[in-house]
């Protein structure tokens, strides 16, 4: 989906649950919604290129811990090979992280869980976690411009916000481990 | 007949060598890798995986594609190239399209897994090519 604002002339792309989008177009904002969700925003400052994705690791049935590994570095790798296809450079990357915050008190810390996945992942991947807007209890709409790696976090006051899915985060295009052998 | 010592083990450990530039999937192979009882000797890309096979043969190379230095495609060539024809190799990753299965199999492959990888899934093809 794609809208052009006419307050500012910049193309907005959304990126939904479980998707990733990359771009090197200046006048392209990347945007999503998250509640419970982490978005990690990566960008490549030389090859000015930037990537956003937008996952959910856990769900409210205490999601099998391995799984969400699983899931999570998935996510992350689908996003960096599609940066590194177009130019970028793995020790180049700068990555800023949004989103995990607890939508409904009494339920267990989904959030965290992603927040911790994300910080988790980036330290074990040396890439550079430059900055966070994370936790708390309010939903976020994150605007990144991401051939100049700039980006934008507000809260969403007063607005639903994005409904937890509550199954396993969304697969990848192909089936799930599928084998095929020659 | 010769008895074996109480505590000797009777079978040996095969070994799989992955090979990956994320730190993150050689740490969750290794974990499902080593829960299913193989021994795991890492590299991350093409170029390492070649320098430890120098006198060395693991029983099974799984190898992701997108890598530095030398990509999956390369390593699975050069593997060829050096005449280890049994060696098994499966490759490992995000991609899926038909087109890169083509190249895989045309460089010697011996099948193609999805990421992310099911543990079920993975060990019923490791099972398929190793014993």
Same mark, same amino acid.
């Given at each position: 989906m794609s809208a052009l604002s006419a307050r500012d002339g910049l193309r907005r792309l959304t990126v939904a649950q479980g998707e990733m989008k990359v771009s090197d177009e200046r006048d392209v904002v990347l945007t999503t919604v998250l509640g419970s969700c982490v978005a990690a925003c990566f960008y490549d400052p030389v090859a000015q290129i930037g990537g956003i994705n937008h996952y959910l690791l856990?769900?409210?049935?205490?999601?099998d811990p391995a799984s969400m590994q699983r899931y999570g570095v998935y996510a992350m790798e689908v996003l960096i090979n599609a940066m590194l296809a177009r130019g970028a450079a793995r020790s180049r990357m700068r990555t800023r992280i949004f989103g995990g915050a607890?939508?409904?008190?009494?339920?267990?810390d989904i959030g965290g869980a992603n927040i911790a996945f994300a910080r988790q992942f980036l330290r074990d991947e040396r890439i550079?976690?430059?900055?966070e807007d994370v936790g708390g209890t309010q939903a976020r709409r994150v605007e990144f411009r991401a051939a100049v790696g700039l980006a934008r976090c507000r809260s969403v006051v007063d607005t639903a916000p994005p409904p937890i899915?509550?199954?396993?985060p969304p697969p990848p295009p192909?089936?799930?481990g599928d084998v095929e052998f020659f | 007949m010769t008895e074996f010592?109480?505590?000797?083990?009777l079978t040996v450990a095969k070994t799989i060598m992955t090979v990956d530039d994320s730190p993150s999937m050689r740490m969750l192979l290794r974990v499902a890798l080593t829960d299913l009882g193989y021994s795991v000797v890492e590299a991350e890309d093409g170029v390492h995986a070649l320098e430890k096979l120098d006198g060395f043969q693991p029983d099974l190379l799984i190898t992701d594609i997108? %890598?530095?230095? %030398?990509d999956g495609f390369g390593l699975i060539a050069e593997v060829r190239g050096?005449?280890?024809?049994s060696l098994p190799i499966l490759v490992l990753t995000t991609e899926s399209s038909d087109e890169k299965k083509q190249r895989a199999r045309d460089a010697g492959a011996t099948g193609w897994i999805v990421k992310p990888f099911h543990p079920e899934k993975l060990a019923a093809a490791i099972r398929r090519v190793l014993h």
């Open positions: 856990a769900d409210g049935n205490a999601s607890t939508m409904r008190a009494g339920f267990r550079a976690l430059v900055g899915v509550v199954r396993a192909a089936a799930v | 010592a109480p505590r000797e083990p997108n %890598m530095p230095r %030398m050096q005449g280890r024809r």
